[in-house]
């Protein structure tokens, strides 16, 4: 394929790929325009279970241990990008429902990723940092959540926001339940909030709204993610199953996010 001078800037993205692309993800690389990247984006990781029993695992963990490389994948491509946050959702406040066999696996690799991936996130440059209500989880989990964000504090590239015991309605409660407080210790007035205001109640609002939620597995729902976050966020549903998702469908959705013109309610300008 040849580059044109708009494309250029793909070039330097490649050089900074450490392991070889093939065809079809050089091409989609070489596409894609680095001055319009997506500086947030979200995933919502689903077709775990699916995948398992298409391939015939009587137990639905074994997707979601192929799926640890699929998130390793997409941390790397989105640190080579410069993207700025990359947010997954990792577990919600409504998976504590699952049986408690599947919930007890899901820790277990939660603790394995934090404890292994340091050597990766470092050599990546990578931050981590975690929201949801993290109480919930166990103390084990927590230890390890904690000493792999307190390793990785000082990294200045990508953020990787895992969404742990997580739920969009939880976070606006929380958030109320801070501003309620605040007002009662006499520290804010009601007149003083408004949608900036409140944003900052959130659990990461430096982080900023995701430009472009990416979910796998042809699910057309948001499953109670980032609901006051991705009011004018782009969406992108790609049928492929989270173990399955590679570069390639990154770029894809990258691409498809390029295209579009963001008009946050307002109307594009024509000229006369």
Excluded at 20 to 30: A, G, N, P, Q, Y
Excluded at 170 to 182: K, L
Aim: charged content about 30%.
């Amino acid at each position: 394929m040849n580059v044109t001078e708009k494309n250029q800037p793909g070039e330097v993205f490649l050089s900074r790929v450490r392991e070889s692309l093939t065809d079809e993800e050089r091409e989609l690389l070489c596409r894609i325009n680095p001055a319009k990247l997506p500086q947030h984006i979200a995933i919502i990781m689903d077709g775990n279970g699916r995948w398992a029993r298409q391939r015939g695992y009587l137990d639905r963990i074994r997707g979601h241990e192929v799926g640890i490389e699929s998130v390793r994948v997409a941390v790397r491509a989105c640190g080579e990008l410069g993207v700025r946050a990359l947010t997954l959702y990792a577990f919600s406040v409504e998976n504590w429902k699952r049986p408690k066999r599947e919930i007890d696996a899901l820790m277990g690799l939660l603790r394995r990723f934090l404890r292994d991936e340091i050597p990766e996130l470092m050599e990546n440059n990578v931050r981590l940092v975690a929201s949801g209500r993290l109480g919930d989880l166990s103390a084990d989990v927590r230890a390890e959540l904690a000493r792999t964000m307190t390793e990785t504090q000082a990294n200045t590239g990508l953020v990787l926001n895992l969404a742990l015991s997580y739920g969009g309605r939880s976070e606006i409660v929380d958030a109320v339940r801070t501003i309620a407080r605040e007002i009662q210790q006499g520290l804010l007035q009601p007149e003083e909030i408004d949608e900036a205001r409140f944003a900052k109640y959130l659990y990461h609002p430096e982080l900023g709204d995701p430009d472009l939620l990416i979910r796998t597995s042809g699910e057309m729902r948001v499953s109670n993610f980032l609901l006051w976050q991705i009011a004018y966020t782009e969406f992108y549903v790609t049928p492929v199953l989270w173990p399955d998702f590679r570069r390639s469908h990154l770029y894809e959705a990258i691409l498809d996010y390029q295209r579009r013109e963001r008009r946050f309610g307002g109307v594009k300008e024509e000229s006369t």
